[in-house]
């Protein structure tokens, strides 16, 4: 018998990487998929980024570059970092990675040793507590609730904290639930922070560009806090350049270079034509970004409209990222027409899937087992079309 190493035993696969191959199965069957399951903008990568990637082909960038990245992309991130947040860092403090998944896996991988813990709200990354998970580290998990915009409380943090809590992690604005923490909120969650100096932050911010409810604030604006903060941020989402993979990491100087160590040992560097055109997503046009937000804005009022059309179920309008998290625990305990019970939002994704032909998450890998999540990232038709399809296939429960 083969026997694997007991690490694969530590962490589960990412929910939202199996709806995705799942739909991608059953597609290939010749079934009508609709994709409401993937976080990645439908849009293309803006021309000018494109433009440069090319560019840099024909000037031969085809060589290893440092492992933190090219300096003066790394320069192009405190460009932006100082333009965009108000926040000042040098070159040295800055790791590009491939994603800002692995962005993060450096970060705790650093940061977290076995039996340390690490506080994440939730909602949260179906990947945080994961990548928690690998590093040996324990995972205590806060709920909010949607009455309070699934954002914790100062209360509810300093509950938490215990003599071993090492990390907090979180996002604004969030995945999944697209909720967004105010400056006032962000202060008074730092005021816990700043009685506990032993806890390092991480602040995920690669939504930041899907914001339809303001400015952006970072948790790193304090300076009383600043040394502790870890800010993850990434192309994918704002510049719709997923396939290109880049991510990088703003940190205190120690952080930066535990990382820059860690991912000498894994990937080395980013793609270097990448990182080129990354420069000039992150120093150049911002109105391709802003028309895609634009139409972000519209296809949230119009999957709004039609999910409050859907009897039982609950949901908030989300103010940054491009999904909705709405309640459905109105439907658990009715049967299909093939008489199966639906017994939690587990069951009623694939009921979805399979009955309905539309792929979305459930909320159980987010931390939440009483929604599920659903993407907008898709054109209006399909946004329709799919809610449409839910719509039925929930009132065909008995």
């Not at 990947?127 to 928690?132: F, N």
């Not at 949607?146 to 509950?159: C, H, M, S, V, Y």
Request: proline fraction near 5%; charged fraction near 20%.
């Amino acid at each position: 018998m083969m026997e694997l190493s007991s690490l694969l035993t530590r962490f589960n696969e990412p929910e939202t990487l199996k709806m995705a191959k799942l739909g991608r199965e059953l597609r290939a069957q010749g079934i009508d998929i609709t994709d409401l399951s993937l976080g990645e903008p439908d849009f293309d990568t803006p021309a000018h980024i494109k433009d440069a990637a090319k560019k840099a082909i024909d000037d031969n960038y085809s060589h290893y570059t440092p492992v933190a990245g090219y300096l003066d992309l790394r320069q192009a991130v405190c460009t932006k970092l100082l333009r965009d947040n108000g926040l000042a860092y040098t070159p040295e403090q800055i790791v590009v990675s491939t994603g800002a998944k692995q962005s993060i896996a450096n970060m705790v991988l650093a940061i977290v040793d076995a039996g340390d813990e690490v506080i994440i709200p939730t909602p949260y990354w179906v990947t945080y507590s994961e990548i928690v998970k690998l590093a040996g580290g324990t995972v205590r998990l806060v709920k909010t609730t949607l009455e309070n915009g699934f954002k914790i409380t100062p209360d509810q943090l300093r509950a938490a904290i215990t003599p071993k809590t090492k990390l907090f992690m979180f996002s604004s604005p969030c995945n999944p639930t697209g909720a967004i923490y105010s400056k006032g909120e962000l202060e008074a969650l730092a005021a816990i922070f700043k009685e506990n100096p032993q806890i390092f932050i991480m602040s995920d911010e690669i939504y930041e560009h899907i914001n339809f409810s303001g400015e952006h604030s970072s948790i790193a604006q304090f300076d009383y806090l600043k040394d502790r903060v870890v800010v993850i941020n990434g192309l994918s989402k704002g510049f719709a350049m997923t396939g290109w993979r880049v991510g990088y990491l703003a940190a205190p100087l120690p952080i930066a270079r535990a990382c820059d160590k860690i991912q000498g040992q894994f990937t080395s560097a980013t793609n270097s034509i990448a990182q080129r055109a990354a420069i000039v997503a992150l120093t150049g046009d911002l109105r391709p970004t802003e028309a895609m937000v634009a139409k972000f804005r519209q296809r949230r009022e119009k999957i709004m409209l039609l999910i409050r059309e859907i009897p039982g179920v609950i949901c908030n309008e989300p103010p940054g990222a491009f999904y909705i998290f709405p309640d459905v625990k109105a439907y658990f305990g009715k049967a299909t027409p093939a008489g199966e019970t639906i017994a939690n939002a587990d069951d009623l994704c694939m009921y979805l899937l399979h009955t309905a032909h539309v792929s979305v998450v459930t909320g159980k890998a987010f931390g939440e087992p009483n929604c599920i999540r659903i993407s907008f990232a898709n054109n209006t038709g399909n946004i329709e079309k799919g809610l449409k399809k839910i719509k039925d296939a929930l009132a065909a429960l008995k």
